[in-house]
């Protein structure tokens, strides 16, 4: 578990002490948790989130190792750099957690989110969809005479903007997977 | 022993096979086929408790005077519900603990079913893992494996739960040598380099404390032993958390006394004023630190931790070292001879010279009565009457557990059981009963307060049934006193429910579970009546009725720092001298 170098430097945190809540920066990372596939592991992961009031902004979760029953959990979460330290560690310990890494730090990663939305409209709000959605690299993968649903890949700020761009012409409904991430390079 | 047997067979094997002697245990629907198993046998001990949350501090008791797992034994439903105070408590003071519960047939899970609890989903939090066994060939595996994450790495509660089809069925046994005991193996050794830094820090220290905790029980005996070495070869003071008392004796040259809320006036201004602290195996608990941002200001801070996730989770330190504190323990002291043995005399020497002022202080000291019992002269009758035996002491929670932790003396670990962190009112008398059972001959005394004791007080019927002696030592002040304290001093003196109006007859009560008791409200008859309870051959119950209002001094107020401390009116009058401004 390489990766849970406890930093020297990090900040102090105290659930019990009130303190400003702009006096430390705020910082978004992407942890990659490599877990045992066994029953209640999810429900381990996200009790020690909402247990320790810790945030959530994305999940995925997905078995990657089907012989040796390995999921791999990718969670977005924000907070403090003591906070973040504290979530890296506080996962760690669990025991059927093997790794842990924070892509934030450990380097250049890619991240990709893969979303569904319908479009409803006819005319030329209809064109302009289908156009945009070119634009985008978004295909469609179902089709009625008054919608769409386009199939679009890519990371969380290109699927917010092609969200934003849709909502004026119909967007009726949005699945998303949630982030899935790995690091560059061999 | 290994091949083909039932699930409930397979549940007594594996038990035998990790050498359990003593299970503490309550039958019921689900967990019926393991008692039968248990009923056909002589290897283990079944002590047979009144109410489940006794036996998990029952082993709770067991495994913290003994430094082996306790093991619990339940059904399912509110058996296994009862069980999760007590695991919590272990949970936060790192006991290890094995708790078994039934569960309905698998084909029944989710239905609602009689006595069906969603166990591990209740038990997930408070656990340090569980596991829903559904396949019999898996059960003796995952009881090997329940053990294993329980006693390695920071100790803790592990639950199995069991369903009764699981029980019935014929699977394969596994050994504990041929388990897959997963892939947790927790580091033990820390970074030697770090070792080698926090050594050059000790070399220069002026004023150095090895600030210690249950951690050093938890890792072994020999890692109180080479704390002493430390301690005594460097000169350095030493003081302790609530959980770590005995690591270093009471009567050692560097004791200093315990630290925290109330702890020492010496221990906490030498935390305060300290330009090294070494934490080893302590957390930084909030009743340690007090007020986070004025905590030991102008020191440099190390913190040896078998668990990451305790370094830097409240207090950012300088050095933070990963690994069994026994085990850094062993390579510091190594570093340290080989560099020398250095220190420095003359800065430790002025050091010493300060915490001789503070401790010149007498912060114990109370008001005497020739009248009325006080709690203090109780627990320092106490002391005197039973420090040379073989003695072991449990508490229940406030303020008789603090005057207890500053008046009792111990001189060797594993010899002090308290609920440290939960803070489980009802934990020592069970607890007592566990320690007990594991040290037949040994004086267990519980020391308790009234409203705690009679929160469960059924145990005492585990203790005659089980003809285990122990001394129930309550003080009895008719109030919740730590309640009625924090009353007295922040909310204006109104003593919101804070007292019982219908104390039962402790007396009465002793006799009416089958065995002694006695009560004592003079200063007097203490001593004959503490010579009573020791003497006594069976289970004893001594109501000590102590004076009512006193409160627990010193006192760090909760959100202040270490040095704005509260000392008891008998030692504080004219004399506010050293280490800051202390609030009167």
Redesign the interface.
Known sequence: MSA?K?K???????A??LRDPNAEVIETHTLAVLV?NE??VL??VI?LFS?RGYNIESLTVAEVDHKGHRSRITVVTRGTP?VI??IK??L?????V?EVHDLTVEGPSVERELSLFKVVGTGEKRIEALRLAEIFRANVVDSTLESFVFEITGTPEKIDAFADLMRPLGLADVARTGVAALARGA | MSGQMTGARMVVQALRDQGVDTVFGYPGGAVLPIYDEIFQQNDIRHILVRHEQGAVHMAEGYARSTGKPGVVLVTSGPGATNAVTGLTDALMDSIPIVVLTGQVPTFMIGTDGFQEADT??IT??CT??NW?VKDTDKLAETIHQAFH?ATQ??PGPVLVDIPKDVQFATGAYVAPKAARV???QPRVKGDIELITELVEMMEKAERPILYTGGGIINSGPGASQLLRELADATGFPVTSTLMGLGAYPASGKHWIGMLGMHGLYEANLAMHDCDLMINLGARFD?RITGR??DFSPRSKKAHVDI???S??????V???I?GDVGHVLEDLLKVWKSRGRKTNKEGLAKWWSRIDQWKAKKCLTYRGSDTVIKPQYALERLEALTKGRDRYVTTEVGQHQMWAAQFLGFDAPNRWMTSGGLGTMGYGLPASIGVQVAHPDALVINVAGEASWLMNMQEMGTAVQFRAPVKQFILNNERLGMVRQWQQLLHGERYSHSWSESLPDFVKLAEAFGCSGAKVDSPKDLDDAIMAMIEYDGPFILDVLVEKHENCFPMIPSGKPHNEMLLGDASTEGAIQAGGAVLV
């Open positions: 849970l406890i020297k430097g990090s900040t102090s945190h105290s019990y002490e045992d029953a209640g429900a381990r009790g247990g003591g330290e504290q560690a506080q760690g310990r669990l025991v059927p093997h | 591990v989903g997930r939090p340090k893992h829903l994450v790495g920071r997963s892939h947790y909030d986070i941002a668990d990451p996730s370094i830097n989770k409240v207090i950012h300088d050095l933070g990963v």
